[in-house]
């Protein structure tokens, strides 16, 4: 992609945000962000477009090799700086080196404390009576033993823990690279990597007490693990094991990520040409990936899985009900009809003072997801269009999959369910950057358009389905 290009793009992300940021502020004046919130907004965008643009264009040429080591050092480097740089804010912010609100991150520390002694008291049994009993289901149960574990080895500090984000988000950006480029082209691959580097959503959450990080890494390497199984097949049996195992992993996770990647082999497997691998091949494989799947669903695993689906069809208006009960005005409109097409924007910045503080804390990183959404959609035509789709068999399976199923749920606007699918999300983006022709222009401004209108509506929303103003 032409540096002209992509200063293009970066700049006018920068000028919607400024644009959209103080016409609200203007507009709704009496609730408008402080500017503490402002400053962690506009420090946000100007880091990401300002460093992803530095970033591909110092690197774009490197070699393969160097360019790997190259993302992973900065991304490990940045992600251990802001670390140790948020334990200090959240300490001065909250009293406890936790972020805002810190619900689930709390009840993670507290159980993984209690285990932990159990543990170190010799108590082995009652661990999984405990864990079973302190989570709601299989999903809840990964992470709290994860943490288990860590402070049954190195004491119940929250640093530790921290830092093995940081250092499993580093390589995540990694295997970002390699997935892109094993199916894509270089450009791409690289353009990918780069924003993952730099990506506030991918940084942020390594200084959270959340699940989160583990979990796009665990995903992130399967998808990539995988598709290195099928493209290479030296070692496949040790491949297979090693994908099954992340597989599984996740279920601990998110059950809903599991299932999903489950679904995108099989695509991956079906959509795959003969001269890559054979049908005898292909049938080996389903049938392990079939077996494989058949003991998943007569465990526990099993029953998370059918009960995940229920729980997607009842609660699919989830978000009406919470905003009726609440007596808000519009709550009609946050049915999933009305929010599912717009799944890959969702959620839309927040910049007004009703939020709460995690929410204020990320309005720049929501924007930048809003602002990358139209160029992962329009990836698929572009995709199309270059006939290219069967690259994306196995990154867009799993992305667009993932981005329905939460457009039916009833977390369609919480920004933390949908990161699952940001790894594929960055990628599709980079493809559709990295292809872009002059005719697509009228579309992007379109969408530009369209974006600031929509952040706006949403913020008087928010504020009139509240009764603050009319």
């Known amino acids: 992609m032409p540096d002209k290009l992509q200063r293009h793009f970066n700049t006018i992300g920068i000028g919607l945000y400024a644009l959209a940021l103080i016409i609200v502020s203007i ?8 500017v503490h919130w402002i400053i962690w907004g506009v420090a946000t965008v100007l880091w990401f477009f300002l460093m992803t643009y530095l970033g591909y264009k110092k690197s774009k040429h490197d070699p393969s090799k160097t360019f790997i080591r190259k993302v992973f050092w900065t991304a490990l480097a940045i992600r251990v700086v802001y670390v140790l740089g948020i334990i200090f804010y959240y300490s001065m912010q909250t009293g406890i080196p936790i972020e805002y609100r810190a619900a689930d991150s709390l009840n993670y520390h507290e159980t993984a404390t209690y285990l932990s002694q159990l543990a170190r008291e010799g108590y082995f049994n009652a661990i999984f009576q405990q864990l079973d009993a302190r989570t709601v289901g299989f999903s809840d149960q990964g992470y709290s033993l994860y943490l288990t574990i860590l ?139 079939t077996a494989i799947t058949i003991i998943f669903l007569i465990t526990p695993i099993g029953k998370e899985m059918v009960f995940t689906i229920k729980l997607n069809f009842k609660e699919s208006n989830y978000l009406v009900v919470k905003y009726n009960a609440k007596g808000m005005r519009y709550a009609d409109y946050a049915s999933y009809k009305t929010m599912a097409p717009g799944v890959f924007v969702l959620p839309l910045t927040n910049l007004v003072e009703v939020a709460n503080e995690n929410q204020k804390m990320m309005n720049g990183t929501y924007f930048i997801k ?35 199923i939460i457009a039916f749920s009833f977390a369609v606007n919480s920004e933390r369910y949908h990161l699952p699918a940001l790894p594929g999300i960055i990628i599709m983006a980079a493809f559709a950057m990295t292809h872009f022709r002059k005719k697509d222009f009228a579309y992007y401004y379109a969408f530009d358009g369209l974006l600031l209108v929509a952040i706006i509506a949403w913020n008087y929303l928010k504020l009139s389905g509240r009764g603050l103003i009319f």
């Open 151 to 289: 402070y049954s080895i190195f004491g119940n500090n929250t640093i530790l823990p921290r830092l093995l984000k940081a250092l499993m988000s580093a390589y995540m950006c990694v295997a970002i690279y390699k997935l892109s480029a094993r199916n894509l082209d270089e450009r791409t691959a690289k353009l990918a990597a780069i924003f993952a580097v730099f990506l506030p959503q991918f940084i942020h959450y390594n200084g959270t007490y959340m699940k989160e990080t583990e979990m796009l890494f665990l995903a992130t390497l399967a998808l990539e693990r995988f598709d290195d199984l099928i493209h290479n097949r030296k070692h496949w049996i040790g491949k297979l094991i090693f994908v099954t195992l992340l597989t599984a992993l996740t279920f601990g996770f998110r059950t809903v990520i599991g299932m999903i990647l489950i679904g995108s082999y099989i695509v991956m497997i079906l959509f795959t040409e003969k001269k890559e691998l054979s049908t005898k091949a292909k049938i080996i494989t389903l049938s392990v990936i």
């Open 27 to 34: 507009a709704f004046h009496d609730y408008a962000l402080r």
């Open 370 to 404: 809003n602002y990358l959404a139209f160029f992962a959609m329009w990836c698929i035509i572009a995709a199309f269009r270059d006939k290219k789709w069967k690259s994306f068999r196995l990154i867009g399976s799993y992305t667009i999959a993932y981005a329905l």
